[in-house]
């Protein structure tokens, strides 16, 4: 896994709280992610900023705050609050939140096509489709093939 520079967190974490969370919505987190929050809940790394090609083939960028497990830290950015997981416009358990961007969209596990090994996507705030049944949904964006892949991305911005 790879280092981060940290910015800001609000302290270390029991893996508990992270795997309970994950119990309950039946995924396994990628334990690299579990390491990562469980030393740095509501991570804020130096490194918070990634490029990826859009749907619409363009190179775009966006940044990256992880969302927390303590409750009560920063009035609703805590994953509870942010996970989607009952979103009328997301995808039930199947894509779960773990960190915001400051444009408002989702940096998300995908779980789509298994329960364990997650892609990672972005996900639109602003964005919608209507699926086949019917259901609006927020776009999504592949962004990389794991959570150790998304963190090799991340870059700190040039002011």
């Not at 740095?40 to 705050?65: C, K, S």
């Not at 329960?115 to 705030?125: E, G, Q, R, T, V």
């Not at 949904?137 to 911005?157: G, R």
Request: hydrophobic residues 30%; proline residues 3%; negative net charge.
């Amino acid at each position: 896994m790879r280092n981060l520079k940290i910015w800001r967190d609000y302290g270390a974490l029991n893996k508990s709280l992270i795997n309970e969370f994950a119990e309950k919505t039946g995924v396994v987190f990628p334990k690299s992610y579990i390491i990562l929050l469980s030393k740095h809940d509501y991570l804020y790394p130096e490194e918070n900023t990634f490029r990826f090609t859009n749907n619409d083939g363009e190179i775009d960028e966006r940044d990256i705050v992880f969302f927390g497990y303590k409750q009560n830290y920063l009035e609703g950015q805590d994953i509870y609050s942010y996970s989607k997981i009952d979103d009328d416009y997301s995808y039930g358990k199947k894509i779960i939140a773990f960190g915001g961007s400051a444009n408002g969209d989702y940096i998300c596990f995908d779980y789509r096509r298994n329960n364990k090994d997650p892609s990672i996507i972005l996900m639109s705030h602003d964005d919608f489709y209507e699926d086949e049944e019917g259901n609006t949904k927020m776009v999504t964006n592949h962004i990389a093939d794991s959570f150790d892949d998304f963190l090799e991305m991340l870059y700190e911005p040039l002011d």
